[in-house]
């Protein structure tokens, strides 16, 4: 295996950062422009900015983690937001209405809301091998009946009335997610990062992470090898999907506290997951800096927006544009290098 810090896999970063820095520069007083950014992801009183980069960091990486594990193996499950947000309601209902000691709720929320997640990633691989509809396409449209279902479940049968928002009532608080003193980053951050270690472990040095980079690499190959294609097909799914729904916990668990409608779906985290995979070529090693990168930008963003009056959606014009010339320039190195990967 080639070293991880080669040319081509270094160009996504490089790509990443020329855009962040001369984006700005190209427009008047980018002096002050350029300092809010950096104050937004990681300045203000005690370092709240950098505090509230990592807490979108963790959620953000567990989303990435989703779609690496299923585009690694090339499956194209783009059903992360669904998952997430199943996840994360079954996780908020279980830390509300579960009658068990809090270390107890929060496991088996967080098992529940793996399932939730798991199932509904299966389902769209039911769907394909079913009915022969595409994965990327069933796996999206399966987003929307699960936003739907949770909108519905936090609007009418499960909302706490009296606090006037479309939310659940709160969970068990001392079943949550701890919290590092004075901030508002939780202990989700570890949780996150032992699962990416986990799966960076299980690809590399099991037989079913050979058998997963083997299918990304060539799925007919992989067929006429004698694999379990099935068996493996699913698998992957589920492990996707169990990582979803895993961070719908840790959003629900951690800062938050109960479920809110919106809560998972408004920050496009599941999207931004896929883009920080896409901007690291969907190189394990390279998608902690991804997410951490797109994190930066949104958090940036809110600062810019705060002091120099740059709106915030400025940030998604830059993630757009990155992902716009990565494609471009990926489809170059492709052409030079005749094909291979």
């Known amino acids: 295996m080639t070293h991880l810090f ?5 160009v996504p970063i490089g790509v990443g950062l020329l855009a962040l820095v001369l984006f700005p520069l190209l427009v008047p007083g980018s002096g002050e422009i350029v300092a809010s950014f950096f104050n937004g992801a990681f300045g203000g009183r005690n370092f709240f900015n950098l505090y509230a980069t990592l807490s979108r960091y963790t959620i953000l990486l567990g989303m990435a ?15 992360g937001e669904g998952q997430l947000v199943l996840g994360g309601l079954v996780a908020a209902l279980v830390g509300v209405y579960l009658p068990a000691p809090p270390l107890a709720v929060a496991v088996v929320a967080l098992l529940a809301a793996m399932t939730a997640g798991a199932c ?10 079913g009915t022969g509809v595409p994965l990327l396409i069933g796996s999206l449209l399966l987003n929307y009946p699960a936003s739907f279902l949770a909108s519905y ?37 570890f949780l996150i990062g032992a699962a990416a270690l ?15 980079r083997l299918r990304g690499y060539s799925a007919g190959f992989a067929r006429a090898s004698g694999f379990p294609n099935r068996r493996l097909y699913y698998r992957t799914l589920m492990l996707s999907g169990a990582a979803a729904g895993m961070t719908g916990f840790v959003a629900v668990f951690g800062s938050s ?11 496009l985290y599941a999207w931004t997951g896929i883009a920080a995979v896409l901007l690291a070529a ?54 030079i290098s005749g094909g291979t990967r």
């Open 153 to 189: 479940a936090v609007s009418h049968p499960f909302r706490d009335v009296a606090s006037g928002a479309t939310q659940t009532f709160r969970i068990l608080r001392e079943a949550g997610l701890p919290r590092f003193q004075g901030t508002i980053l939780d202990y989700g951050i």
């Open 120 to 129: 509904w990633a299966v389902l769209a691989g039911l769907l394909e091998r």
């Open 198 to 212: 986990a799966y960076v472990i299980l690809e590399r040095f099991t037989v079913f992470g050979y058998r997963s």
């Open 257 to 267: 506290q109960r479920f809110v409608d919106g809560m998972l779906t408004t920050p």
């Open 282 to 335: 969907v190189r394990p090693g390279l998608v902690p800096l991804t997410a951490f990168f797109f994190a930066m930008l949104a958090t940036g963003s809110i600062g810019m927006e705060r002091t120099a009056g740059i709106p915030r959606e400025f940030g998604q014009v830059i993630q757009a544009l990155i992902v716009l010339t990565l494609a471009g320039f990926a489809g170059k190195l492709t052409a």
């Open 6 to 10: 080669t040319s081509r896999r270094l």
């Open 65 to 79: 983690l989703a779609v690496l594990i299923s585009f690694r193996a090339g499956l194209l499950n783009i059903g």
